[in-house]
């Protein structure tokens, strides 16, 4: 049998269970009203959303909204469920790292509209243009 | 002569984590990357054609909304459930990640009763580039959540039997599980205001 378990069961309490690490039996209890709470924001924030959609503004705005929202949403998620509040730094600079490939990737596809604003029928990758070879 | 995996429990010196939290936070990472490729994707096949619906014209929105608020719960299930070994408690354990479980079940049951309303009106993926990318990046996450449903139960069922040898080391699976569980809710909350309301 591995000797960790052993040598972390000596470190706890002596007990068959989980030893304290970086949570204690205490903290996690602490940790439980936080889960209901975030549960409820994240309830509440969902039917904002879907009634923020009723909402009649133009679509940059209501995109804006959406993406905020749902930044909330994830960020409640990340922080608490995913323990990322109080989390090592190897983690969070991964995170972060991720975070700014994530907006290179993003961007990228973008840079086809930096030579100008394209004809209204678009001029895009799904343009009838590119794809058949008839005469413009 | 059996040597036992290094740093399943105890947290290595220089990253200050047990290994597979780490190694979880680099599959997310990537997964972050799958999924933004297509959102990505999403973003230039709308800016670029003549015309796109309104998510709500073609999709169900109330549907998706508990299937949304169904997602959210099974996550607060499985970081119970993580919570539960914590606290010793093996029996809520085995109630939230069975509840978890339950939760992944409802969500593919309602997401299938979707999929079906929209074949039934032969509304496919080949209809248009809406439809294309709307079952593409639903359909991606719906193996995510069954890849996440075939792990949990494992975990609830026979991967059980570790918490009785190794109580720390299965601890940490589920958290482990739970992250990827998270995430996979991660992604959902974004893909249903993107997709159904926008």
């Known amino acids: 049998m591995s000797t960790q378990s052993a040598?972390?069961?000596?470190?706890?309490?002596?007990?068959?269970?989980?030893?304290?690490?970086?949570?204690?039996?205490?903290?996690?209890?602490?940790h439980v009203k936080v889960y209901m709470m975030v549960f409820g924001a994240l309830a509440v924030l969902t039917v904002v959303t879907v009634a923020a959609s009723y909402l009649d503004i133009p679509m940059g705005p209501a995109v804006a909204l959406a993406l905020l929202i749902a930044t909330v949403k994830a960020s409640l998620v990340a922080l608490f469920f995913m323990h990322l509040k109080g989390e090592v730094r190897s983690v969070v600079w991964t995170l972060l790292l991720t975070a700014v490939f994530f907006v290179a990737l993003m961007t990228i596809p973008l840079s086809w509209y930096f030579d100008g604003p394209k004809h209204p029928e678009g001029t895009g990758p799904t343009a009838r243009s590119l794809t058949t070879h008839e005469a413009h | 002569m059996s040597v036992a995996i290094p740093y399943t429990t105890d947290p290595r010196p220089d990253t200050g984590l047990y290994n597979a939290k780490l190694g979880v936070w680099l599959f997310l990472a990537s997964e972050v990357m799958l999924f933004g490729a297509l959102f990505s994707s999403y973003i230039l096949l709308r800016t670029s054609a003549p015309e796109w619906p309104a998510g709500s014209e073609i999709l169900d929105v109330p549907v998706a909304f508990v299937n949304t608020l169904v997602l959210i719960a099974s996550s607060v299930t499985m970081v119970m459930s993580w919570a539960s070994l914590?606290?010793?408690?093996?029996?809520?354990?085995?109630?939230?990640?069975?509840?978890?479980?339950?939760?992944?079940?409802?969500?593919?049951?309602?997401?299938?009763?979707?999929?079906?309303?929209?074949?039934?009106?032969?509304?496919?993926?080949?209809?248009?580039?809406?439809?294309?990318i709307y079952f593409v990046l639903t359909g991606l996450h719906g193996l995510h959540v069954i890849g996440g449903l075939i792990v949990n139960s494992y975990l609830w069922g026979p991967g059980a039997k570790m918490w009785k040898t190794e109580p720390d080391r299965f601890a940490n699976r589920i958290e482990v599980a739970g992250l990827y569980w998270h995430f996979v809710d991660l992604v959902w909350i974004f893909l249903f205001p993107v997709l159904y309301l926008l």
């Open chain 1, 7 to 30: 040598h972390s069961e000596a470190a706890g309490h002596g007990s068959p269970g989980p030893s304290a690490q970086a949570h204690g039996a205490h903290d996690v209890r602490a």
């Open chain 2, 86 to 132: 914590k606290m010793n408690d093996f029996g809520k354990y085995r109630l939230y990640m069975g509840l978890t479980i339950l939760c992944a079940f409802g969500f593919l049951g309602i997401k299938a009763y979707e999929y079906g309303t929209k074949f039934s009106h032969h509304l496919y993926p080949a209809e248009s580039t809406f439809l294309g």
